[in-house]
């Protein structure tokens, strides 16, 4: 899939999101917030000047988000982002409104729409992961210039025996039959198997 793809799932389908932002304590706060709007530039969302969440992300314009959709753990697929913020003002007001007409049920009028700004997550990472589907599916992206940072396992093919330990312990198989052994990224959970049963510690974990 596309990051556009992945954004259309996120803000169409999930619409509804958790985000994670510092207060002037250094120390995390969530609030659910709907993302409103998202092209190729970013993600876009709102809130009002008066509240908390404004504050924190004019103070520390950096976020990360989740969100999920699915009636139970294995027909799920959740989205998670994070990365940079910036305040738009009110551009693109009258298109969130458009596009999302219950704020209209929130601010009727155009003076109560003056508390609002308009933020765009215009840069940053995520990952898209579906438990629909057995195994799970993984796929990384990012976005506004930004570059994916590899996470999970992968298998030193210098250092590899073969002695098949970490093909034994995978739940999800995603351990090739080959000598070097080979991980696929797309369908690994992370769960550190591989890693901690490997005798010569060929497995390495990405940071």
Same mark, same amino acid.
């Given at each position: 899939m596309t990051t556009m793809d992945i954004f259309h799932i996120l803000q169409e389908d999930i619409h509804s999101t958790v985000f994670a932002t510092l207060d002037e304590n250094g120390l995390p706060q969530t609030c659910v917030i709907d993302l409103m709007l998202a092209d190729e530039n970013g993600l876009y969302f709102l /809130?009002?000047?008066?509240?908390s969440f404004y504050e924190r992300l004019t103070t520390r314009?950096?976020? =990360? #988000?989740?969100?999920?959709?699915?009636?139970? /753990?294995?027909?799920? @697929? =959740? @989205?998670?982002?994070?990365?940079? @913020?910036?305040?738009?003002?009110?551009?693109? #007001?009258?298109?969130?409104? %458009?596009?999302?007409?219950?704020? =209209?049920k929130i601010y009727p009028t155009e003076?109560?729409? %003056?508390?609002?700004?308009?933020?765009?997550?215009?840069?940053?990472?995520?990952?898209?992961?579906?438990?629909?589907? #057995?195994p799970p599916y993984r796929q990384s992206f990012s976005f506004g210039g930004e570059t994916v940072h590899k996470t999970g396992y992968?298998?030193? =093919?210098?250092?590899?025996?073969?002695?098949?330990?970490?093909?034994? @312990?995978c739940p999800q198989g995603c351990i090739s039959n080959t000598i070097p052994r080979v991980i696929d990224a797309s369908h690994c959970i992370h769960c550190g198997n591989c890693f901690r049963i490997c005798p010569v510690k060929a497995v390495e974990k990405l940071s």
């Open positions: /809130t009002a000047k008066g509240k314009p950096f976020v =990360a #988000l989740s969100g999920m959709k699915g009636s139970d /753990t294995l027909s799920t @697929v =959740a @989205v998670s982002v994070r990365g940079a @913020v910036q305040n738009i003002g009110q551009e693109r #007001l009258a298109e969130i409104f %458009e596009k999302n007409p219950y704020m =209209a003076k109560s729409r %003056e508390a609002l700004a308009v933020f765009q997550l215009y840069k940053g990472e995520g990952e898209y992961f579906d438990l629909s589907q #057995l992968r298998i030193n =093919a210098e250092k590899c025996i073969g002695c098949q330990g970490c093909h034994s @312990v």
